[in-house]
C-alpha cells in the first residue's frame, strides 16, 4: 500500500508528504532527521539533509541517501537494514497520526517482520468516552 504519492520517510512538509498528517503536527521536521540520521548510521555511502524540495526554501526539510550498489554482500546488508527504516519511517508517523492508512500497513508490516522489525501502533481513544470525561472534569 502506498501512504502517498511522495517520499514516505525523507520528507516532512504540510504543502506535500506530510499533508495528509492530519493532527496537527505536520508543521514538524522530526522525519526527516530521524531518516536522514537513520541512514548515516545504517551505512549508506550518501546521506543528505536540506531544505527546499519543490515547494521553496523554508517550507520543507529533506532527508535522503545515496547508495554505491557494488553487488556486495556487505552493501546488500546495508539496503536489507536501511531500506526498511527509511520507507517505514514516514509510514510509522502517519500511524501516529492516526492516518488509518497507515495503520493498518504499520500493522502488516509487524505481522510480516516479527522477531527482526516492529513499529509502535497508537492506541485510539474512544472519542465519546472523552468528550464525557472532559464534561465531568470541566464543569
Do not use: C
Not at 21 to 38: C, K, L, P, W
Not at 62 to 68: I, K, L, P, Q, W
Not at 74 to 83: H, P
Amino acid at each position: 500500500r502506498r501512504v502517498h504519492g511522495h517520499d514516505t520517510g525523507g520528507t516532512d512538509s504540510p504543502f506535500r508528504e506530510t499533508a495528509n498528517v492530519r493532527d496537527g503536527s505536520n508543521v514538524m521536521a522530526e522525519m526527516a532527521t530521524q531518516v536522514y540520521a537513520g541512514n548515516a548510521l545504517r551505512g549508506m555511502s550518501l546521506v543528505a539533509l536540506h531544505n527546499g524540495g519543490g515547494v521553496g526554501t523554508g517550507k520543507a526539510i529533506n532527508g535522503g541517501f545515496g547508495m554505491v550498489l557494488d553487488g556486495s554482500e556487505r552493501v546488500d546488508g546495508i539496503l536489507r537494514l536501511a531500506m526498511p527504516w527509511d520507507v517505514m519511517g514516514g509510514v510509522a508517523r502517519r500511524a501516529w497520526a492516526r492516518n488509518p492508512h497507515a495503520m493498518s500497513t504499520v500493522t502488516e508490516f509487524n505481522r510480516l517482520r516479527e522477531g527482526s522489525d516492529h513499529i509502535t501502533v497508537p492506541f485510539l481513544a474512544d472519542d465519546n468516552l472523552v468528550a464525557l470525561h472532559a464534561a465531568s472534569v470541566l464543569k
